[in-house]
T-cell receptor, first 116, second 111 residues
Framework: QKEVEQNSGPLSVPEGAIASLNCTYS??????FFWYRQYSGKSPELIMS????GDKEDGRFTAQLNKASQYVSLLIRDSQPSDSATYLC????????????????FGQGTILTVHP | KAGVTQTPRYLIKTRGQQVTLSCSPI?????VSWYQQTPGQGLQFLFE???????NKGNFPGRFSGRQFSNSRSEMNVSTLELGDSALYLC??????????FGPGTRLLVL
Protein backbone atom coordinates (compact mmCIF):
# COMPACT_ATOMS: atom_id res chain seq x y z
CA GLN A 1 0.00 0.00 0.00
CA LYS A 2 1.30 3.44 -0.92
CA GLU A 3 1.86 5.77 2.01
CA VAL A 4 -0.50 8.43 0.65
CA GLU A 5 -3.13 7.72 -1.97
CA GLN A 6 -5.48 10.14 -3.67
CA ASN A 7 -8.53 9.48 -5.80
CA SER A 8 -7.21 9.01 -9.28
CA GLY A 9 -9.10 11.67 -11.18
CA PRO A 10 -9.03 13.62 -13.28
CA LEU A 11 -12.05 15.24 -11.74
CA SER A 12 -14.26 17.50 -13.79
CA VAL A 13 -17.02 19.58 -12.21
CA PRO A 14 -19.21 22.41 -13.51
CA GLU A 15 -18.74 25.92 -12.24
CA GLY A 16 -20.59 26.46 -8.99
CA ALA A 17 -20.56 22.80 -7.98
CA ILE A 18 -18.80 21.19 -5.02
CA ALA A 19 -15.54 19.44 -5.82
CA SER A 20 -14.56 16.61 -3.47
CA LEU A 21 -10.97 15.45 -3.28
CA ASN A 22 -9.96 12.48 -1.16
CA CYS A 23 -6.78 11.14 0.38
CA THR A 24 -5.96 8.09 2.47
CA TYR A 25 -2.75 7.51 4.38
CA SER A 26 -1.08 4.49 5.87
CA UNK A 27 0.81 5.94 8.85
CA UNK A 28 -1.56 5.60 11.79
CA UNK A 29 0.30 8.05 13.97
CA UNK A 30 0.30 10.97 11.53
CA UNK A 31 -0.86 14.07 13.33
CA UNK A 32 -1.00 16.72 10.62
CA PHE A 33 -2.13 16.87 7.03
CA PHE A 34 -1.72 19.38 4.29
CA TRP A 35 -3.43 20.22 1.03
CA TYR A 36 -1.43 21.94 -1.68
CA ARG A 37 -2.68 23.38 -4.95
CA GLN A 38 -0.39 23.32 -7.96
CA TYR A 39 -1.21 25.18 -11.14
CA SER A 40 0.31 23.86 -14.33
CA GLY A 41 3.94 24.92 -14.56
CA LYS A 42 3.96 26.40 -11.06
CA SER A 43 5.08 25.20 -7.64
CA PRO A 44 2.78 23.79 -4.93
CA GLU A 45 0.96 26.34 -2.81
CA LEU A 46 -0.24 25.46 0.68
CA ILE A 47 -3.99 26.01 0.93
CA MET A 48 -5.09 24.06 4.00
CA SER A 49 -3.65 22.28 7.01
CA UNK A 50 -5.59 20.16 9.47
CA UNK A 51 -4.53 18.55 12.71
CA UNK A 52 -7.72 17.49 14.53
CA UNK A 53 -10.54 15.16 13.66
CA GLY A 54 -13.49 16.92 12.12
CA ASP A 55 -13.86 19.79 9.72
CA LYS A 56 -11.82 22.92 9.17
CA GLU A 57 -13.23 25.65 6.98
CA ASP A 58 -11.38 28.45 5.21
CA GLY A 59 -13.48 30.41 2.78
CA ARG A 60 -14.73 28.07 0.07
CA PHE A 61 -12.42 25.28 1.25
CA THR A 62 -13.25 22.68 3.89
CA ALA A 63 -10.80 20.03 5.01
CA GLN A 64 -12.19 16.96 6.75
CA LEU A 65 -10.09 14.57 8.81
CA ASN A 66 -11.01 11.14 10.11
CA LYS A 67 -8.00 9.64 11.88
CA ALA A 68 -9.77 6.38 12.70
CA SER A 69 -10.36 5.77 8.99
CA GLN A 70 -7.03 7.37 8.01
CA TYR A 71 -8.85 9.59 5.59
CA VAL A 72 -8.61 13.27 4.79
CA SER A 73 -10.64 15.15 2.21
CA LEU A 74 -10.88 18.61 0.70
CA LEU A 75 -14.18 20.10 -0.39
CA ILE A 76 -14.27 23.13 -2.64
CA ARG A 77 -17.63 24.85 -2.63
CA ASP A 78 -18.85 27.08 -5.47
CA SER A 79 -16.02 25.84 -7.69
CA GLN A 80 -14.56 28.38 -10.08
CA PRO A 81 -12.55 27.88 -13.27
CA SER A 82 -9.62 29.41 -11.37
CA ASP A 83 -9.72 26.36 -9.07
CA SER A 84 -8.61 24.18 -11.98
CA ALA A 85 -5.29 22.75 -10.82
CA THR A 86 -3.66 19.65 -9.38
CA TYR A 87 -4.41 19.14 -5.69
CA LEU A 88 -1.81 17.35 -3.60
CA CYS A 89 -2.34 15.76 -0.23
CA UNK A 90 0.78 15.66 1.97
CA UNK A 91 1.60 13.95 5.22
CA UNK A 92 4.65 14.40 7.41
CA UNK A 93 5.97 11.09 8.74
CA UNK A 94 5.57 10.06 12.31
CA UNK A 95 8.37 11.24 14.47
CA UNK A 96 10.62 8.20 14.22
CA UNK A 97 13.87 9.86 15.07
CA UNK A 98 16.29 11.03 12.46
CA UNK A 99 14.46 9.59 9.49
CA UNK A 100 11.60 12.03 9.73
CA UNK A 101 12.98 15.52 9.43
CA UNK A 102 11.73 17.75 6.66
CA UNK A 103 10.11 15.07 4.55
CA UNK A 104 6.54 15.47 3.41
CA UNK A 105 5.12 12.45 1.63
CA PHE A 106 2.82 13.46 -1.21
CA GLY A 107 0.03 11.68 -2.95
CA GLN A 108 0.14 11.50 -6.71
CA GLY A 109 -2.26 14.42 -6.98
CA THR A 110 -5.74 14.83 -8.38
CA ILE A 111 -6.24 17.01 -11.43
CA LEU A 112 -9.35 19.14 -11.05
CA THR A 113 -10.99 20.87 -13.98
CA VAL A 114 -13.84 23.30 -13.39
CA HIS A 115 -15.69 24.01 -16.61
CA PRO A 116 -17.89 27.07 -17.16
CA LYS B 1 7.73 38.51 4.66
CA ALA B 2 9.22 37.65 1.34
CA GLY B 3 8.61 34.11 0.16
CA VAL B 4 11.04 31.39 -0.75
CA THR B 5 13.24 32.30 -3.66
CA GLN B 6 15.08 29.99 -6.00
CA THR B 7 17.67 30.69 -8.64
CA PRO B 8 17.99 30.15 -11.48
CA ARG B 9 14.42 29.57 -12.61
CA TYR B 10 15.37 27.73 -15.77
CA LEU B 11 18.47 25.84 -16.74
CA ILE B 12 19.58 23.84 -19.75
CA LYS B 13 22.55 21.53 -19.38
CA THR B 14 24.06 18.64 -21.27
CA ARG B 15 24.74 15.14 -20.02
CA GLY B 16 27.82 14.86 -17.88
CA GLN B 17 27.78 18.46 -16.72
CA GLN B 18 27.11 19.54 -13.17
CA VAL B 19 24.64 22.07 -11.85
CA THR B 20 24.16 24.10 -8.67
CA LEU B 21 20.77 25.38 -7.61
CA SER B 22 20.18 27.96 -4.90
CA CYS B 23 17.37 28.49 -2.43
CA SER B 24 16.74 31.32 0.04
CA PRO B 25 14.14 30.43 2.66
CA ILE B 26 11.57 32.68 4.25
CA UNK B 27 13.24 34.94 6.80
CA UNK B 28 13.45 33.15 10.14
CA UNK B 29 12.94 29.68 8.70
CA UNK B 30 15.85 27.40 9.46
CA UNK B 31 14.70 24.19 7.80
CA VAL B 32 15.09 23.79 4.06
CA SER B 33 13.90 20.71 2.18
CA TRP B 34 14.54 19.88 -1.45
CA TYR B 35 12.26 17.88 -3.75
CA GLN B 36 12.40 16.64 -7.31
CA GLN B 37 9.17 16.65 -9.30
CA THR B 38 8.73 14.69 -12.51
CA PRO B 39 5.54 13.70 -14.34
CA GLY B 40 6.19 10.02 -13.76
CA GLN B 41 7.38 10.00 -10.14
CA GLY B 42 5.60 12.98 -8.67
CA LEU B 43 7.22 14.85 -5.79
CA GLN B 44 10.17 13.02 -4.29
CA PHE B 45 12.13 14.11 -1.27
CA LEU B 46 15.83 14.75 -1.79
CA PHE B 47 17.14 16.03 1.54
CA GLU B 48 16.58 18.42 4.41
CA UNK B 49 18.93 20.85 6.11
CA UNK B 50 18.64 22.58 9.44
CA UNK B 51 21.29 24.82 10.95
CA UNK B 52 23.81 23.83 8.31
CA UNK B 53 23.32 20.10 9.00
CA UNK B 54 21.76 17.54 6.73
CA UNK B 55 19.27 15.74 8.91
CA ASN B 56 17.50 13.60 6.37
CA LYS B 57 18.15 12.23 2.92
CA GLY B 58 15.91 10.57 0.38
CA ASN B 59 16.70 7.70 -1.96
CA PHE B 60 18.78 9.48 -4.53
CA PRO B 61 22.27 8.62 -5.75
CA GLY B 62 25.32 10.35 -4.36
CA ARG B 63 25.44 12.61 -7.41
CA PHE B 64 22.84 14.67 -5.60
CA SER B 65 24.26 16.70 -2.75
CA GLY B 66 23.50 19.84 -0.88
CA ARG B 67 24.58 22.21 1.79
CA GLN B 68 23.22 24.99 3.94
CA PHE B 69 24.91 28.19 4.98
CA SER B 70 24.79 30.04 8.27
CA ASN B 71 22.12 32.42 6.90
CA SER B 72 19.94 29.35 6.13
CA ARG B 73 20.35 29.72 2.36
CA SER B 74 20.80 26.34 0.76
CA GLU B 75 22.29 24.98 -2.41
CA MET B 76 21.93 21.64 -4.09
CA ASN B 77 24.35 20.21 -6.59
CA VAL B 78 23.91 17.50 -9.16
CA SER B 79 27.06 16.14 -10.74
CA THR B 80 27.42 14.10 -13.91
CA LEU B 81 23.97 14.99 -15.14
CA GLU B 82 21.82 12.33 -16.78
CA LEU B 83 18.81 12.77 -19.04
CA GLY B 84 16.61 11.46 -16.25
CA ASP B 85 17.60 14.37 -14.02
CA SER B 86 15.39 16.66 -16.08
CA ALA B 87 12.80 17.82 -13.60
CA LEU B 88 11.39 20.66 -11.55
CA TYR B 89 13.52 21.08 -8.44
CA LEU B 90 11.67 22.60 -5.55
CA CYS B 91 12.87 23.86 -2.25
CA UNK B 92 10.62 24.42 0.72
CA UNK B 93 11.26 26.21 3.95
CA UNK B 94 9.74 25.56 7.31
CA UNK B 95 9.63 27.24 10.70
CA UNK B 96 7.90 24.45 12.62
CA UNK B 97 9.50 21.53 10.78
CA UNK B 98 6.16 20.40 9.40
CA UNK B 99 4.44 23.19 7.49
CA UNK B 100 6.41 23.76 4.32
CA UNK B 101 6.27 26.66 1.90
CA PHE B 102 7.60 26.10 -1.57
CA GLY B 103 9.66 28.33 -3.77
CA PRO B 104 8.88 28.78 -7.47
CA GLY B 105 11.25 25.98 -8.44
CA THR B 106 14.09 25.56 -10.89
CA ARG B 107 13.21 23.78 -14.10
CA LEU B 108 16.22 21.79 -15.29
CA LEU B 109 16.44 20.33 -18.76
CA VAL B 110 19.28 17.93 -19.50
CA LEU B 111 20.05 17.39 -23.19
Amino acid sequence: QKEVEQNSGPLSVPEGAIASLNCTYSDRVSQSFFWYRQYSGKSPELIMSIYSNGDKEDGRFTAQLNKASQYVSLLIRDSQPSDSATYLCAVPPSWAGGTSYGKLTFGQGTILTVHP
Amino acid sequence: KAGVTQTPRYLIKTRGQQVTLSCSPISGHRSVSWYQQTPGQGLQFLFEYFSETQRNKGNFPGRFSGRQFSNSRSEMNVSTLELGDSALYLCASSEDQETQYFGPGTRLLVL
